[in-house]
């Protein structure tokens, strides 16, 4: 590009050529000065407004204002409603562990008064020297994810220990350590004694119980019935096997209430106190067999379950 210059003060007219880089130098110094032209009268347009308190201005903060509460609102709702939603979450699941909790306590055979899952827990102690300080969203919701987390992973131990205890409290179950009779007392204790029919020393083989004719005989253990009938000695008897070479025997019989097959719990009635078979008067004889050989029942009644 070429310029010609021309004036009365000038002998002659000048010319100047100007080059691709010197024409991007000057448009780009035209658009800084349009650019700083603008800055300035925003600047002094707004400074202006708000010497004068332009009613202009003051919408536009008002505008402002107003879509910046709005957006906070939002927010802060948005973030209550995740915290409702993750505290009605732990309620949910803080329900199902108190209820595990009592599940766990009958299992285990513990005092629900021990632990009062229906109550909150009681906390306390002095003002701290360290200055205390509200906490934030953010924290608020790092601290309920993990608490979350936390409680699951307590209700997936609970369970394992739940299906653990419930185990043991089965076999538990199916050993005999309840008593045959209630408010009956030992008149013959297992092992050697004088034999009240022949007067020489021979082997008892159970223990006896006194208690009055009908008195209900209570199975020692759950099990299924495998013996309910006559015996020559033991006169009417019942045999329960419990599992694992476990089996009790209740003789001298009154009355039968069970047969062959019949599937009882610890503590059902199976038969009543009598006086049958070779018995010198009214009582029960309660044995416990372990593959077939005669244990101290002694020893399973004073056994905890």
Known sequence: MNIILVSNGLTRARSFALGTSQLVLLGFGVFLLIVSLAVLLHYFSLRYAVMNDSPYLRSLLVSLQAQENERMQSYLRNSLNTMAAKVGELQARLLRVDALGERLTKVAGLKPQEFMFDRIPARGGADSSV????????????????????????????????????????????????????????????GWRIDPFTGLNAFHEGIDFMAEEGTPILAAAGGVVVFADRHPQYGNMVEIDHGNDLVTRYAHASKLLVKVGDVVLRGSKIAEVGNTGRSTGTHLHFEVRYKGVAQNPARFLRMPG
């Open 131 to 190: 200055p205390s300080t509200e906490p934030t969203m953010m924290q608020l919701g790092s601290t309920l994810d993990q608490l979350s987390k936390d409680l699951e992973d307590r209700t997936d131990k609970l369970r394992v220990l739940e299906s653990m205890l419930t185990e043991d409290s089965a076999k538990r179950q199916l050993v005999p350590t309840g008593t045959p009779v209630e408010n009956g007392f030992y008149s013959s204790n297992f």
